[in-house]
């Protein structure tokens, strides 16, 4: 098993505005960009890592504001920025087009990487040296991708309001494991070490400060109502933890596929070999976007 210091010691970085970006690049094959959740950093995928990485090129960044990127606290984290932060990485890595496989708060920055670029109209358009980099098809895990959806916690809806910097200051270590535990499944218990790694990475360069400035993008995303008129500017697959409380209330998007697995809301470290079965069935299959899908659910 991976060791998250030897993990967080072959971190990559590219400065984008300013800000260190850290990053993990390896393998070979198609590009997988895999993009993690809220409270979490790219080591989230450390157990798919080993299952993916001799298929494919796995790029897996820090969001700012989580890991061991940077985390400033005098910012406006909106997910347009995020979005964008991903693009010049992309090209910063001479990447023209990639799968993407987002959880939870990665979905939300999905939804907008993906709706604010226009695919391209042909295979020729894809393979040009000047055109930007262009998502082939995405997988969400439990995503959060309605600002009215209940599956916001209650703790997650008061750190995201206006008393949230006074209420990080109360978390501890312990107040986080229940929490966790809360969104884990029954099969695989929340272990000590989990708890560990998730909270010195959550913790690092002052992160529990800046965790309230960016769960405030629940209030940039789409009314659940909204989500039923959502067209897919490419091919969606979402998969939900049959245990997941986020899961329960997820928006119904016509003409995506549904897959569900008998975990919590982290199917990446509690079911990691049957979530890969499930990734490498759909994206083998998935095909390029079509221009006139592109999205018409607009972003804020």
Request: glycine letters at 8%; hydrophobic letters at 40%.
């Amino acid at each position: 098993m991976l060791n998250p210091n030897l993990w967080r010691g072959q971190q990559q970085a590219f400065d984008w505005q300013g800000h260190r970006i850290s990053y993990q690049d390896q393998g070979d094959g198609p590009v997988l960009l895999l993009l993690h959740g809220l409270p979490g950093s790219n080591w989230d995928w450390h157990l798919l890592w080993t299952m993916l990485c001799g298929q494919f090129r796995l790029i897996a960044p820090d969001f700012l504001g989580c890991g061991d990127s940077d985390k400033p606290l005098a910012y406006d984290y909106r997910l347009a920025d995020q979005a964008d932060m991903l693009q010049a990485l992309l090209s910063e890595l001479n990447i023209s087009g990639y799968h993407i496989i987002a959880h939870d708060y990665g979905a939300a920055v999905a939804w907008q990487l993906t709706s604010q670029s226009v695919p391209p109209a042909s295979a020729a358009d894809q393979s040009s040296p000047h055109s930007s980099p262009v998502a082939l098809s995405m997988s969400w895990l439990a995503p959060r991708i309605a600002g009215d959806h209940d599956g916001f916690l209650w703790r997650e809806r008061w750190l995201s309001g206006p008393s949230g910097q006074l209420l990080q200051g109360l978390m501890t270590a312990g107040l986080f494991g229940r929490y966790l535990e809360k969104l884990t499944g029954p099969y695989v218990p929340l272990s000590r070490q989990r708890l560990q790694d998730s909270w010195e990475l959550l913790c690092a360069h002052q992160g529990l400060q800046v965790l309230p400035l960016l769960l405030n993008y629940r209030y940039e995303l789409p009314q659940r109502r909204e989500w039923r008129h959502y067209q897919p500017p490419l091919p969606l697959q979402i998969i939900r933890g049959s245990f997941d409380p986020v899961s329960r209330s997820l928006p119904q998007i016509p003409g995506v596929q549904y897959t569900d697995i008998a975990c919590g809301h982290f199917p990446q470290l509690e079911d990691a070999e049957q979530l890969a079965d499930v990734l490498l069935g759909f994206h083998s299959l998935a095909q390029p976007p079509c221009a006139a899908l592109f999205s018409n659910l607009k972003t804020r």
